[in-house]
């Protein structure tokens, strides 16, 4: 697993840049890992033992079901744009960049617990962990960029295909998350995996707290 990550970090061996066999096993190996390790700090907020293993159990799903739901539109935006020919190279950055962010999540798991230990509320642990993830994507694109520049150098249609990956991950992403709530978890609800409203949707939720806020009292 060490091998995996250092190779994965550094874009080297099975993990370099090219159109060699994608590791699929290596790499989802590190999201199931790395993903739980971070899962399970960020649901230890209040310190109780089945909300960290929930969510745990959570955000290596959030990290693969988001990607495995954008695969299939992801190849056709490739083939559309007439880049079906380097989508093994495209989809080895795609994951690359996947597992870095669970590598980097996993690293800030420590961070996390002394986060938790210097304040007890609730909206602050929220605002941690957005700004947590916040980073580790932004360590994944590096790694996407890596793998993308010389796509980019052969066929500047990569920008574009680029471009379309980062707007359905986010979409999905979001929407996925809202689903999966709660991953913190708020101390006066009830420890369970799902809430009571899981499949609403994030979007709508989050136009009526915006139109709430706008019509005032």
Not at 20 to 45: H, Q, W
Request: positive net charge; proline residues 4%.
């Amino acid at each position: 697993m060490i091998a995996s990550v250092d190779g994965l970090l550094r874009g080297e061996g099975r993990f370099a840049v090219g159109n060699g066999r994608v590791p699929l096993v290596e790499i989802a190996a590190v999201l199931a890992v790395c993903g739980f390790v971070y899962g399970a700090a960020m649901g230890s907020f209040s310190v109780r033992a089945l909300q960290s293993l929930y969510s745990g159990i959570k955000v290596p799903i959030l990290l693969c079901a988001a990607t495995v739901i954008c695969l299939p539109s992801f190849f056709a935006i490739n083939a559309v744009l007439g880049l079906r020919d380097d989508f093994a190279a495209a989809l080895r950055g795609v994951l690359a960049a996947q597992g870095t962010v669970a590598v980097c999540l996993a690293g800030l798991a420590p961070v996390t617990l002394l986060s938790y230990l210097s304040s007890s509320n609730y909206r602050f642990a929220i605002v941690v962990n957005g700004l947590y993830f916040l980073i580790a994507a932004l360590a994944g694109q590096v790694t996407l960029q890596r793998h993308y520049r010389p796509l980019v150098a052969r066929n500047p249609r990569h920008r574009l295909a680029r471009a379309a990956w980062l707007a359905l991950y986010v979409f999905v992403a979001i929407q996925l998350a809202w689903v999966l709530r709660p991953f913190v978890g708020a101390p006066t609800m009830a420890t369970r995996f799902f809430r009571e409203d899981a499949w609403s949707n994030a979007y709508v939720a989050v136009l009526q707290t915006v139109w709430e806020l706008l019509a005032g009292p």
